[in-house]
């Protein structure tokens, strides 16, 4: 009778849920993690990043695309899906729509019968591998863009996809619209006013519900269920809240794997970010609490480069031996404030290996603390924690300590109101939001038995479901990966000299300092490089301005070349896009043709007059 009533009397009652909550599908995508975005389509082509929308269907052509391969190596690399850009901004329609007749149909490809769509969800869907899509809401090619005719076809696109190929579990609504386009020829600029209210997302977002309910809708002018991580770099700003207003709305961090882009470029080998720094981004961007999604592009063949292969799987090895081994697992925990006594709320419940058990403290302590005893001492540089999250998002701050010779020092310190990490390869970052998870890195490993966590500031009682220590792979846990940069056929530009627009600072875009610029507050404007010997130059390459300011950013350009400085041929012109969020060097490359006088246009600029280069290599054919 008596342990009966004692039994009833320690039942204490779950927390009241804190602020928004996290749908089961939004709980369910945190869980993934990391999955790849695969760009590929007419760009890959053309060695674009934004296709105009005129290109001819006929280039999409690839001799060795094989789907199965693809995610094979994704999957194997540890991810846990792929999102595919079914049409990019260019308008070019991978599978075979009836919505517009700019679409893989008109492609030599499997003589017009070709679906990359299709084989990539028939494939992901043998390997159990999560499959989305891309669908860019701006559509260059489209003669009605900007109308309301478009509309149809959009939604449309969006039926199509989310009825033809299962499962989809994230459908991307991109925010870019850059304006211009060769819109059926029109070769204008349109704008659309507000994007919410021309797409009418709140009617997309509901269709999207009907038609397949489980799957995330990203972006949607904030309208969807994760949002932007804010830059094309793949972290995300630390503390994390995964809360605004009144909605629960995660982030997710993007960035290709390589340096040049998002498609598939020329030469692009030797440009592969390397294992360390894909760590670094994962600790920025799930370490923080957001997911991650890493580019991967196809080549003009179909298939994944085999450099950017190389540092994806040592990346999946140095992040599964990351995981591996949590020396927290069945720590004794003895915590200073237990809900009710309940075994159920027990300190020990953030080491049973179970996600979903939380230790929790009574309603109305914020900040509790919690003493963690190892079963023998362990070595290790990462300290992760989880939020129940299906209970809101509520710490604001925590500290973690180690004994370390008979003292208790601090490894991770609490964080202030108002600090803002943004570095994405920190060391000994502080303590701020835990949400789905946070993983901390140590300035160097420690190697104790004896731990504390004190929750700093919380805005309920807490209820953390992990506390787990891990050790961090050195590189010479994996493969070395070989990045060498690759700059065959970059001329020197010793003893040049130059002419055109503020010739004075020309020098500056070849002097190898990305930091400084040519730089004059004119559009259109030019400059002319005189390299005092003839060469048969096939290319150059051009990095934007560096300094974080999209103003004066040249954004089109043309290039001619002369023998004497007096008669010039056109070689190239065009666009530089996506320069806003993502602003890498971009390669351009043409037939050879034998000059010693390179002209460069700067025919349009971002945000306004001004003209700007931040480093410049010309290329020339070394045989
Ligand atoms: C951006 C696009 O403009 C880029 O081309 C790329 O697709 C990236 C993922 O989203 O907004």
New binding site residues.
């Given amino acids: 009778m008596l342990g009966c009533l004692s039994g009833i009397l320690s039942a204490a009652p779950a927390p009241k849920p804190y602020g928004p909550l996290p749908t089961e599908q939004q709980v369910n995508w945190l869980r993934m993690e990391w999955y790849a ?1 695969v ?1 590929f389509g007419l760009n890959t082509y053309t060695n674009r ?2 296709g105009y929308g005129d290109e001819s269907p006929g280039l999409f052509n690839p001799s060795a695309f094989d789907a199965e391969e693809i995610v094979k190596t994704l999957k194997g690399a540890g991810m846990s899906g792929m999102i595919y ?1 079914a049409k ?2 260019d308008g070019f329609c991978t599978w075979p729509t009836k919505s517009t007749e700019h679409n893989i149909k008109q492609s030599p490809w499997k003589k017009g019968k070709g679906d990359v769509v299709k084989e990539f969800a028939v494939a992901c869907r043998k390997h159990d591998f999560a499959f989305g899509t ?1 669908l860019s809401p701006w559509d260059r090619n489209c003669a009605e863009y900007g109308r309301p005719g478009y509309l149809k076809v959009y939604y449309k696109q969006i039926e199509e996809l989310l009825t033809k190929y299962g499962p989809i579990f994230e459908i991307w609504f ?3 619209m850059g304006g211009d386009g060769y819109y059926g020829g029109a070769r204008q600029k349109r704008n659309i006013g507000k994007a919410d209210t021309y797409y009418n997302y709140e009617q997309v977002v509901k269709n999207i519900r009907r038609l397949q309910p489980d799957c995330i809708i990203w972006g949607a002018a904030g309208r969807g269920d994760v949002t932007w991580g804010g830059s ?1 770099k793949g972290f995300v700003k630390y503390p994390l809240w995964n809360t605004q207003g009144q909605r629960w709305l995660s982030l997710e961090g ?1 960035t290709p794997i390589n340096h040049r882009g ?1 498609f598939w470029h020329p030469g692009q080998a030797g440009h592969v970010k390397s294992p360390e720094t894909l760590m670094d981004i994962y600790m920025a961007s799930v370490g923080r609490g957001a997911n991650l999604i890493l ?1 991967l592009a196809p080549n003009r063949d179909g298939q994944l480069d085999a450099a950017d292969v190389a540092s994806l799987e040592a990346f999946g090895k140095m992040r599964r031996k990351l995981l591996e081994t949590d020396y927290a697992l069945r720590a004794r925990v003895k915590a200073s404030d237990v809900r009710g006594g309940d075994k159920k709320y027990d300190g020990s419940r953030m080491t049973d290996g179970d996600i979903e058990s939380y230790w929790c403290p009574e309603d109305g302590n914020t900040t509790p603390s919690a003493e963690i005893v190892l079963e023998k001492p362990a070595t290790f540089d990462v300290v992760r924690l989880r939020e129940q999250i299906r209970l809101g998002q509520r710490v604001e701050s925590f500290r973690v300590e180690a004994m370390l010779n008979g003292e208790w020092q601090t490894i991770v310190a609490p964080g202030n109101p108002g600090e803002v990490e943004t570095r994405f390869d920190l060391r000994g970052g502080k303590g701020h939001t835990i949400g789905n998870q946070v993983m901390r890195r140590l300035r160097e490993p420690v190697t104790t038995d004896r731990l504390r966590l004190t929750i700093t500031r919380s805005r309920a009682c807490p209820c953390i479901s992990e506390f787990s220590l891990l050790l961090m792979p050195g590189a010479e846990a994996v493969a070395p990966v070989a990045v060498a940069e690759t700059d065959e056929g970059v001329l020197s530009s010793k003893g040049w000299t130059y002419s055109g627009f503020a010739a004075e600072k020309a020098p500056l875009a070849f002097d190898g300092k990305p930091e400084t610029m040519w730089q004059i507050d004119r559009t259109p404007s030019h400059f002319v490089v005189d390299m005092k010997k003839v060469y048969a130059v096939n290319g150059f390459s051009y990095l934007p301005r560096q300094d974080g300011k999209t103003v004066g950013m040249t954004s089109r350009y043309r290039v001619e070349l002369s023998l004497d400085g007096r008669n010039w041929q056109r070689v190239a012109e065009g666009e530089f ?2 320069l806003r ?2 602003p890498v060097e971009q390669q351009i490359s043409f037939p050879g043709q034998k000059a010693r006088y390179v002209r460069f246009f700067s025919t349009a600029a971002l945000d306004g007059t001004g003209s700007s280069v931040a480093e410049m290599k010309i290329y020339a054919a070394t045989r």
């Fill in positions: 975005f760009h990043e934004w850009t990019h901004h891309y991109d925010g870019a094309e993007d998002w580019n896009g996506n969020a993502n």
